[in-house]
Every structure is written in structure tokens, then in C-alpha cells.
């Protein structure tokens, strides 16, 4: 089943076509990367599917439904929510709480529940704050559960902003770069907790430049140059790809 | 749940405490200062939750204070007597929501009812502030600044330049307001002391509401968007309606504070809507460590009695501005940083943070 | 009338406010009591010199008090928020303002008219204009031409618009940049100053006259986008004339609440101004 569909989507900024054009697809339960040479309009794409920016023209549909003109907030609602490319973990919080902030979307406490201190909130609360730790164990990441986020090593600051996606239960995680500034280990670790969230039964969009990651895990893989795609197949497809080859693949593993 | 009420439990005590301590010093004349001291923090403590948590600036929340006290201002003691016979006063009458009293040469006057009046003046706050808030929240920097201070000085030149709301006299001669069993709002000086306990009661509520609310998911979600809004957004928190129900909620402390404190002054004036209120309200959330409720309550515990003793004597604004310009000079977290609280916990309790945390 | 003398007048403090943001990016709330203090300093001065000179006098000494607040409280922060910027200025604004209130009282102040008085008037063709008018609008004509070409023809000049336009290469280039920030404060300063003197025989002048200024100063500059000071001029005389034709419709004591309105929904609708561009206004960083 189709789960996003991008349509025909451009975005313009002044004199700059960040976007032109821009159709694909993405299966449910596939890992589907998305490379190019840096401002081949990856993060933009990324912005205009998580709600960050409006394309000038185009549609995009996630679950059979339009969400082009939805905000970034209604749309991690429906189940489609991203990551940053430079890590975007809320300071002055645990790491912990950090992925408490991710269950917000499957909780309900609001202003008069919070002011009045309801006795539902109570549970709701512990559910939550368990829920958050399970994650942390299921990444591994438990031990650093009450250290402030932002004093984490960088590659453990990845797997919590992870870790917060998840906790929304997405069925489209967007992840922007999870790779960058991982040095060879981590980024083995990373593609290894890739392929265990698409075995949880998420699907994967991401956008990378480490090549051997993208070629080990990715299933199929679109290519981008100056805001249109120049290319959409299986890895070793675009390896061979002549067009590709002699926009983007310098080195490949 | 214990560190949160704990704070609380100290803070009635020493409310306490003072109220004991004027009553053995035969000083109770302290207590009306006090009260209206009280009366201010309410809108205090709320509008360091717009600043400190909701990340928004504010330089018009006088405005908020002025729209409650002058709407039960007008509602309490304008007279309808006048039109006694028509329609909507005897539909009003019906409803019980009338009130008769003598005025000060033994005539009779009739109006609204504190109570009808108080959730009028709710009422209209809440949706003003609404539709305000909306568009102003949706600008930065120096334009939210701008706007909010344009907004509060809107509020200034109308009750300043009209005349059924007394222009530069303001609205005098309000009643007291009837609370329950016999309690009741009001300058008299012989119910100083429950009024007192009233006032500081009314501030202890409000903060437990907000104490609440920080420590609840809403608090959470309101710190991450404080922290980086778009990543709030992306794990599906609605920022902006979120920051507008603070700001609708800290412009009801302000109206709540102006309303009450109408009643226990008997009047208000047009200087309560006054930039310079404005700019000194911001002064003390700033002082007070801008996301730390109790360092505002503090901070406008003593420096609004001092200011309403007199004690700053004719540079009573001048010693806001330059707090203000110290304080963002300086320190423009605020002196009482809310980390350096927990971060002297952490260092007495031997590097273990609990597990209630914030 | 009364629209050209405020239009002007608001115009002028626009141009300051634009001065400044255009060199460090702050708005200077304190912009209103340079106004205000050109005005006072003159009734002063007014009553030891002669007229220009006590002008001119209130022009350096409001100079010096731009420059003492740059010095102060600007110069030595490192790479402030805007929003702490503006807040700080507004407590400067309230410094001054308290100085002025416990130096001059609380009295009005105004200087005479510099030619005829409060009735004479002079017939330009079927409309009679009074005197002084004249002179607002002409010396503000001048001190913004003045203005203009020392910002396109003097080096000093070229040196602060390098700072306006990237403050990091015109510090590559060896322009000083502390100073130049230092000199648009005192331009800002004279130019408010000078407008203050010649407009307070019409619009008189008191500790309290510089907040007012301030805000509708800063609907004007953002009217016409901000940091633009020659739209600022169009934009100030539309106010100006938009305000005075209010008391047809609304009591003249609204006429402020009509102003702060067009402030807001221009914050609202449009924030680059009508004659701005929305690119340019979101370049200025917040």
C-alpha cells in the first residue's frame, strides 16, 4: 500500500526553484532514501512533507489523505513526523523527558486537567513517563534517562531525538541526515536501528550522504539534482545508473 | 508531588507569620499595602507564565488589569436607576443579578451585582484577549514588543478620554464584593485582616493552578515549545494554540488583579492601564528569574509593598526602568534562574536529581 | 495643517529610528525623548542666547546624551537579542523621561515662534499657512537632504551604510564599526532634536511628550518599511493627515488609539510596509 504519495510538487524561494516537479512514492513497511548533491532541494522536500512549508504546486498524500496545506502539528497527529538534521532536542529537559514530549500526541491532559491537577492526569502521567523508558531500553539508551538531553554524546543525542519520534507511534518517520557527524561505528549502529524500526513496522524516509548506509538498508532509493528527481529504483539499480553516476556517485563503497 | 506543594505550604506561613507579626506590633495599617501587594502578584505570577514559559513579551498587560477593573467598576457603580423602567434593567432584575444600595446622601441606587459583573468582565477579557492575541502572537522580537505595548496604551487613551468611564477621574465609589459566607472584598478597615487572608488566599489558588500546569503535560509541551518550537511541532504539539490559551490565561490573572482589587480600593483610575504599569510588571518577572514563579511572587512581594508604601518617593517609575535595564543588561534570564535552584539541589543532594526533577 | 506639522514630525522620528536600525538592527525606543529634549533644551538655553544658538545648543547637548546612551548601555553588549535590545531602550526612555520630569517639572514648555507669532499666517495662494509651519517643513527638508547626502556623498557616510548593509565585512574593510554605531546615535539624536526645537512653538513640549513619539514615530518607519527613510517621509505625512482627519470621525481624544491602529494592522497584515518588499524585511534577522 501506498503510504505517501508526493505529486508533481514545486517549491520556489525569490529566484531560487528549490523544488520543481517533484512525484514518488513511498510503500508501506520499505526503507525509501532520498539522496543528492547538497541543495538538490532534500531538506526542502522534507520541510514541504512535514508541514513546515506550503509547495506552490502539488499535492501530497499521506494515508490516501491531502495534507499539502496541513500544519506541522496536525500532521505528526495523522502519524507522519520527522527528525532535524541538526539534532533539534529540547534543552533544559532529560532525555527522558524529551521522549515524554513525544507522547503528547496519544495523551489528552489539557489546560483545566493540568491547572486542576485531575486525578486521571495522574495515570496518564505514569503511562506515559513508562512508556518513554520503554523506548530508552528499546534503543538502548536507558541509562541516560535523567541526564539533561543536551549533555549527551552527539550520537546519543541522535538516538533520543529518535527515540522522541517513535514515542509519537508514527507510521512514517522522516528522518533528515541521521548520520551526520557519526563516525563509522555509530553509523553501523544507526543503519542497524533503522532496519529494527522498519521491522517494528514503521516505514522510513530518509535523507542521507553516507552512501554505504544508504546502499545497506535502503530498498529503494530516489535521486535529486537542482529540485527534480533524475532517478527512482533499487540501490543497485542507481548504482548503475549512468545519470546518476555523473551527477552524484563519487566515491561508493 | 511533595516538592511541588511543599513551596506552597512555607509560603502560607509566612503569610501567616506576617499577619501575626502586625497584629503583635499593633501595626496593622501594613496590611492594606499588603492586600493590595497581593492583588498585583495575581497578575504577576501570571504573566511570568506567558513570559517565562509561553517565551512571549507582554508590555500591555496593564491593559488586561484595566479592562477587568473598569468593566466592574462600571457595572457596580453606575447607577440604573435612571432606567428603572425599561426592559433590559427589569429583565436584569428578574434574574437576581441587581443589587440595591444608598449612596452617600441616603439616595437609592441600583446595579449590577459584583458577581454578574466580575464574570462580565471575564467574559470580555477572555475574548478580547482572543482576538487579540491571535495576530500578536504570531509576530517577534521587537514587533510583539511594539504591538503588545501599542495594545496597552489602546486601553490607556480609552478610559482615559471617555467620559462614561470617568476620563481622567476614573470610577469611584465601588461597592464591596460579597464573596461567601460573609466574606467579603472591600477597604473597610475593620474586615482589614480577612481581607488580607482573602487577597493572599486568592494568590495562593492561582499559584497552585499554575504550579500545576507547569508540572503537567501541557507544562511539558509549553517548556518544548519554549525550547525549539519547530521540533515541538513536528512531534505534534500545536504551538500556537498553545501560546495563545497562555496568553489568554495570564490576561485573566491580570483582569482577576484588577478586578478585585477595583473592589477592595473602591474605585480605579485611568493610570492603572499606564505604560509605566506595564513596564514595571515586566520589571519584576524579569528580576524575579523569568520562568520562575516563585521568584516573581517574591520579587513582587517586595518591591510592589515598597512602591505602594511610598518608599521609592517620587522615582517610583524611574526605580522599575533602571530594574528593567540592569536586569537586561545583565542577568536577561532574570537573577533567580529556575536552574539555579535545581542546580543547587543537585549540589546538596550529591549529584543525584530526583525523580519528580523540574 | 495640523496633519503636515505632526506628519513631518512623526517622519523625522522615523528617519531616527531608521538611522539606527539600519547601522546595528536595535530599535531605539529612546528615540522620542531626543525629540523631547531638543524641544526642552531649547526653552532653556532660549532664555540666555539667541534663538539659533540655544537651537543648535539643544542639538549638541542631545548629541551628547545619544552618544552617553550608545556609550553606556549599547557598545559593550555582545550580540544581543533584539527583543532584550528594545526592552533596554524602553528603560532608557523611562531614564530620561524621569531626568527630564525631575529637572523641568511638570510644566509645557514651548519655544515663540521664530517669525511672527501663534496668529500671523502667510497666504500661499488660497490657503492660509502660519509661518512656523513653514519652518518645520523647511528645516526638516533640509536636515533630510543634509542627511541623504552625507550618506551618499561623504566617506563617513559611505562607511556607515557599509555597516548597515554587513557589519562583518565593513570591519574587514577597516571601518570602525563601534564608532560608526556611536554616530548614528548622535545623528539620530540631532536629527530628533532639531525637530523637536522647531515644531514645540506649535505642538509645545513636556517631559511626558517623547513615548507618544516614540510609538507613532514607529508605525511611520515601519509604514514605510523599515529602515527606508525617504518612504518614511511619505509615510509620515500620510499619518499625520490620516490622524488629523480622524476628529471628523472620533473624539479628539481617540486620536492616538487611531494611530496605534494603524500600527497593529499593519503589524498584522503587512510588517514590510507599504512600500517595503517582504524580502527585504525578513533579511533583517530577528
Request: charged share 15%.
Amino acid at each position: 500500500m501506498t503510504l505517501l504519495s508526493v505529486r508533481d510538487v514545486s517549491k520556489r524561494f525569490g529566484g531560487l526553484q528549490a523544488v520543481s516537479g517533484l512525484s514518488f512514492d513511498v510503500v508501506q513497511g520499505s526503507i525509501k532514501a532520498l539522496i543528492g548533491p547538497n541543495g538538490a532541494g532534500k531538506t526542502t522536500l522534507f520541510n514541504l512533507v512535514s508541514g513546515m512549508l506550503d509547495p506552490d504546486t502539488g499535492e501530497i498524500f499521506f494515508r490516501g489523505e491531502a495534507v499539502q496545506e496541513l500544519s506541522s502539528h496536525e500532521i505528526a497527529g495523522r502519524g507522519l513526523v520527522r527528525t532535524f538534521q541538526h539534532i533539534r532536542l529540547f534543552p533544559k529537559m532529560t532525555a527522558l523527558e524529551n521522549i515524554m514530549v513525544g507522547r503528547h500526541v496519544h495523551s489528552k491532559a489539557g489546560f483545566i486537567a493540568g491547572m486542576l491537577n485531575l486525578p486521571f492526569t495522574w495515570k496518564e502521567e505514569r503511562r506515559i513517563r513508562e512508556k518513554s523508558f520503554e523506548i530508552m531500553e528499546l534503543l538502548g539508551i536507558a541509562d541516560h534517562a535523567q541526564v539533561e538531553a543536551t549533555s549527551l554524546s552527539y550520537g546519543q543525542q541522535r538516538v533520543v531525538e529518535i527515540g522522541r519520534a517513535l514515542a509519537c507511534e508514527p507510521q512514517l518517520l522522516l528522518l533528515d541526515e541521521p548520520a551526520a557527524g557519526l563516525n563509522m561505528r555509530e553509523t553501523n549502529e544507526m543503519g542497524e536501528l533503522i532496519a529494527k524500526i522498519r521491522d517494528m513496522g514503521i516505514t522510513v524516509l530518509l535523507v542521507e550522504h553516507d552512501m554505504s548506509l544508504v546502499m545497506k538498508i535502503s530498498d529503494e532509493i530516489v535521486v535529486l539534482s537542482y529540485g527534480q528527481k533524475i532517478a527512482e529504483d533499487r540501490p543497485l539499480s542507481i548504482q548503475k545508473n549512468p545519470e546518476v553516476i555523473r551527477v552524484y556517485l563519487g566515491d561508493e563503497q | 508531588m511533595r516538592t511541588r506543594y511543599l513551596p506552597v505550604a512555607a509560603f502560607a506561613g509566612l503569610i501567616v507569620a506576617i499577619q501575626l507579626a502586625t497584629h503583635f506590633t499593633d501595626s496593622a495599617y501594613h496590611l492594606t499595602q499588603l492586600t493590595m501587594t497581593a492583588y498585583y502578584s495575581i497578575l504577576i505570577v501570571g504573566l511570568c507564565m506567558l513570559i517565562g514559559y509561553a517565551g512571549q513579551i507582554s508590555l500591555g498587560h496593564a491593559g488586561f488589569f484595566a479592562i477587568g477593573g473598569y468593566i466592574s467598576a462600571f457595572l457596580t457603580a453606575r447607577d440604573l436607576s435612571s432606567i428603572k423602567g425599561s426592559g433590559f434593567v427589569s429583565f436584569l432584575s428578574k434574574a437576581g443579578l441587581l443589587v440595591s444600595r444608598a449612596d452617600l446622601y441616603g439616595g437609592s441606587l441600583l446595579n449590577v451585582h459584583p458577581w454578574c459583573a466580575c464574570v462580565v468582565a471575564v467574559v470580555a477579557t477572555v475574548v478580547i484577549a482572543y482576538f487579540v492575541g491571535g495576530p500578536v502572537l504570531k509576530l517577534r522580537g521587537h514587533y510583539l514588543a511594539m504591538a503588545t505595548l501599542g495594545f496597552g496604551v489602546i486601553i490607556y487613551r480609552i478610559v482615559l478620554g471617555t467620559e462614561f468611564l470617568g476620563a481622567a477621574d476614573g470610577i469611584s465609589d465601588v461597592p464591596g464584593f460579597p464573596l461567601i459566607a460573609g466574606l467579603e472584598v472591600t477597604g473597610k478597615s475593620s474586615l482589614r485582616v480577612s481581607n488580607y487572608y482573602v487577597a493572599w488566599g486568592m494568590v495562593i489558588l492561582g499559584m497552585l493552578f499554575l504550579l500545576n500546569l507547569i508540572h503537567s503535560r501541557v507544562g511539558r509541551a509549553l517548556v518544548s515549545i519554549h525550547g525549539a518550537e519547530d521540533a515541538a511541532g513536528a512531534v505534534g504539539i500545536p504551538a500556537a494554540r498553545y501560546k495563545l490559551n497562555v496568553f489568554v490565561l495570564s490576561a485573566v490573572f491580570a483582569s482577576l488583579a484588577g478586578i478585585f482589587l477595583t473592589h477592595y480600593n473602591g474605585g480605579i483610575g485611568p493610570s492603572e492601564a499606564s505604560v509605566m504599569k506595564s513596564v514595571r510588571y515586566v520589571a519584576i518577572v524579569a528580576v524575579g528569574g523569568m520562568a520562575n514563579l516563585w521568584g516573581a511572587l517574591s520579587m513582587s512581594l517586595v518591591l510592589n509593598y515598597l512602591s505602594l508604601r511610598g518608599y521609592f518617593g517620587s522615582f517610583d517609575d524611574t526605580v522599575f526602568g533602571v530594574i528593567l535595564i540592569l536586569i537586561m543588561l545583565f542577568a536577561p534570564d532574570g537573577l533567580l534562574r529556575r536552574h539555579l535552584f535545581t542546580d543547587l539541589k543537585r549540589l546538596f543532594s550529591g549529584g543525584a536529581a530526583g525523580e519528580e526533577g523540574r | 495643517m495640523a496633519g503636515i506639522t505632526y506628519g513631518t514630525i512623526y517622519a523625522i522620528v522615523a528617519i531616527g529610528f531608521n538611522i539606527i536600525y539600519n547601522a546595528t538592527g536595535i530599535i531605539n525606543f529612546a528615540q522620542g525623548e531626543f525629540v523631547m529634549l531638543g524641544g526642552m533644551a531649547a526653552v532653556t538655553l532660549s532664555r540666555f542666547l539667541p534663538l539659533p544658538m540655544a537651537i543648535l545648543g539643544a542639538v549638541a547637548i542631545t548629541m551628547v546624551v545619544g552618544a552617553v546612551i550608545e556609550i553606556l548601555f549599547i557598545r559593550w553588549l555582545r550580540g544581543p537579542s533584539v527583543l532584550r535590545m528594545i526592552i533596554i531602550t524602553i528603560g532608557v526612555s523611562i531614564l530620561v523621561r524621569e531626568i527630564a520630569l525631575h529637572v523641568w517639572g511638570e510644566s509645557v514648555r514651548a519655544l515663540p515662534y521664530f517669525t511672527g507669532s501663534s496668529v500671523s499666517s502667510i497666504n500661499l495662494g488660497s490657503v492660509y499657512v502660519s509661518p512656523q509651519v513653514l519652518w518645520v517643513v523647511g528645516v526638516s527638508a533640509v536636515a533630510v537632504g543634509a542627511l541623504s547626502a552625507f550618506f551618499s556623498y561623504t566617506m563617513l557616510g559611505r562607511q556607515m551604510r557599509a555597516c548597515a548593509a554587513n557589519r562583518d565585512a565593513a570591519r574587514l574593510c577597516g571601518v570602525n564599526v563601534g564608532n560608526m554605531v556611536t554616530l548614528s546615535f548622535m545623528l539620530s539624536a540631532a536629527i530628533g532634536a532639531l525637530g523637536g526645537a522647531v515644531v514645540c512653538p506649535i505642538t509645545y513640549v513636556h517631559y511626558d511628550s517623547g513615548t507618544p513619539l516614540a510609538i507613532k514615530g514607529f508605525t511611520v518607519a515601519i509604514l514605510g518599511g523599515l529602515g527606508n527613510s525617504m518612504a518614511a517621509v511619505g509615510a509620515g505625512m500620510i499619518l499625520g493627515i490620516l490622524e488629523s482627519f480622524s476628529i471628523w470621525v472620533l473624539p479628539a481624544a481617540y486620536k492616538e488609539v487611531v494611530s496605534i491602529s494603524i500600527l497593529l494592522l499593519i503589524l498584522f497584515v503587512r510588517p514590510s510596509g507599504i512600500f517595503g518588499s517582504a524580502e527585504a524585511s525578513r533579511l533583517k534577522e530577528f
